[in-house]
C-alpha cells in the first residue's frame, strides 16, 4: 500500500462508451500525474498537476480529459477511445518544491484498460 | 519524447549473482530515480541520487551518477529470486516531470 488509491483495477469498455478512472493519494502532497504504459513501450507521461493546476499535456488526445478538484483527487475522463489505447493507466503523486522534481514519485497499482 | 534508455533490455542471472543495469538520458536532470515494477502493478521507487551527486547506496543497492556522460548505473549485490521485476530509471526535470526509461527486465533464477 503507498498511500496512492486507484479505481477501478480493471475496466473493459466500448469504443462509444465514457467512463471515469479514480486516483486518490493520501499522502498530503501537491502534485499529481497521470502515466499511461502499453505493452513493450516505455511509460508515457500524460498530465501533471501542481496544485490542481495542470501544469503539463503531453500532446494527448483530447478523448482523454483530465480533471483535478483538489489536491487529492485525480481523475481521467474517457471518451470514444480507440483499442489502441487499451493499456496500463498509472497515477502518482509527488510534493513538489518549486518545479523541481526533487523527491519521489509515489504509484497507485493501476488500472488495467481493455477498449473493444 | 521518452528521455531514459536502459541497457541491457533483459537480463537472466542466478540467485547471487550482482546485477548491473545501466541508463542512458539526454537533457539537464535535477536528478535520477530508480524505480522497481512487479509485473502489471504499480512501480516502487528505490533510490533517487541528485544531479551534484556521484554515488549512493541504500541496503543492497548501489547507484551511479555521471552527469558528463549522462548516464547512471543500478548495481543489486547478491540478488534474490524476489528481485526478478522491471527496472526503471527515471529523470526529474524542472517542471515537476518525471520521465521515465524503457525498463530493464531482471530475472534472477534460484
Known amino acids: 500500500e503507498t498511500g496512492v488509491t486507484q479505481t477501478p483495477r480493471h475496466l473493459v469498455m466500448g469504443m462509444t462508451n465514457k467512463k471515469s478512472l479514480k486516483c486518490e493519494q493520501h499522502l498530503g502532497h501537491n502534485a499529481m500525474y497521470w502515466y499511461k504504459q502499453s505493452a513493450k513501450k516505455p511509460l508515457e507521461l500524460m498530465f501533471v498537476?501542481?496544485?490542481?493546476?495542470?501544469?503539463e499535456n503531453n500532446s494527448v488526445p483530447s478523448r482523454f480529459s483530465p480533471e483535478c478538484p483538489n489536491s487529492s483527487h485525480l481523475f481521467l475522463h474517457l471518451h470514444t477511445l480507440q483499442p489502441e489505447d487499451s493499456a496500463l493507466y498509472l497515477c502518482?503523486?509527488?510534493?513538489?518544491?518549486?518545479?523541481?522534481?526533487?523527491?519521489?514519485?509515489?504509484f497507485g497499482q493501476g488500472t488495467r484498460l481493455t477498449v473493444v | 519524447s521518452q528521455q531514459g534508455e536502459e541497457d541491457p533490455q533483459a537480463l537472466s542471472i542466478q540467485e547471487g549473482e550482482n546485477a548491473t543495469m545501466n541508463c542512458s538520458y539526454k537533457?539537464?536532470?535535477?536528478?535520477l530515480q530508480w524505480y522497481r515494477q512487479n509485473s502489471g502493478r504499480g512501480l516502487v521507487h528505490l533510490i533517487l541520487i541528485r544531479s551534484n551527486e556521484r554515488e549512493k547506496h541504500s541496503g543492497r543497492l548501489r547507484v551511479t551518477l555521471d552527469t558528463s556522460k549522462k548516464s547512471s548505473s543500478l548495481l543489486i549485490t547478491a540478488s534474490r529470486a524476489a528481485d526478478t521485476a522491471s527496472y526503471f530509471c527515471a529523470t526529474g526535470q524542472y517542471g515537476n516531470k518525471l520521465v521515465f526509461g524503457a525498463g530493464t527486465i531482471l530475472r534472477v533464477k534460484s
Open positions: 498537476y501542481n496544485f490542481k493546476e495542470q501544469t
Open positions: 537533457t539537464s536532470i535535477n536528478n
Open positions: 502518482a503523486s509527488s510534493q513538489d518544491y518549486r518545479g523541481k522534481m526533487n523527491t519521489e514519485a509515489f
